[in-house]
């Protein structure tokens, strides 16, 4: 529950709300995340959103690690579920992906660099954020999987990996209409709106 309500903070809207009194969920994508937040109160207020959505996932895992470590891939979980649905905002909100890297940062940071790796070459090629987002939330599961499997097995793997598993469906799942906009070409390009 406190994994929850910590991933639930609206970071995005409450900074878009306090330096120009709009509801971000009004405007472009309508998802209160880093690149909406982007396109509608510019680069330094959508980098703070970025820092702290990262932050709050990492935060929601260390603080259950803390008093019930082997519950922390399923804070992770929460703290996802939090930021997509947060009862601050009646349920709709941001897609997870800043708040998911949070929080595989802190539960697989080797899965994180291949994710990484991937996101940036996708969003280098085509300059769609909702692309690279949803490869690099595709991969984290992948390349866990491939660490425990050749490199070390993880403590705890099967609830990892379902934790892992249901959080970047999750996040896939919240891109949905970026999905059908990619498929049907019109989906918006960083930095280019249509």
């Not at 959508?46 to 709050?56: E, F, P, Q, S, V």
């Not at 260390?62 to 891939?73: H, K, Q, R, S």
């Not at 080797?110 to 280098?124: E, N, R």
């Not at 491939?146 to 990892?160: A, D, G, K, S």
Request: aromatic share 10%; charged share 10%.
């Amino acid at each position: 529950m406190v994994a929850y309500v910590i991933g639930s903070i609206p970071f995005g809207y409450l900074i878009v709300k306090l330096t120009s009194g709009a509801d971000i969920r009004k405007t472009g994508s309508g998802g209160t995340g880093a690149t909406n937040v982007t396109r509608r109160a510019g680069k330094t207020a959508g980098l703070m959103t970025l820092a702290l959505d990262i932050l709050k996932g990492m935060a929601a895992v260390m603080i259950t690690y803390l008093f019930a470590p082997e519950i922390t891939p399923w804070a992770g979980l929460l703290a996802i579920i939090g930021h997509c649905f947060p009862f601050w905002l009646k349920f709709r909100a941001g897609k997870g992906v800043a708040t998911g890297l949070g929080v595989f940062l802190v539960i697989v940071p080797w899965s994180v660099l291949a994710a990484l790796v991937v996101f940036i070459l996708i969003f280098w090629r085509t300059r769609y954020v909702s692309l690279g987002s949803i490869a690099a939330a595709l991969v984290v599961p992948i390349a866990t999987a491939f660490y425990h499997t050749l490199i070390q097995p993880i403590p705890n793997f099967i609830v990892v990996m379902t934790a892992l598993i249901a959080s970047s469906s999750l996040i896939i799942v919240k891109h949905s209409e970026n999905i059908k906009r990619l498929m049907a070409g019109t989906e918006n390009k960083f930095g280019v709106v249509r």
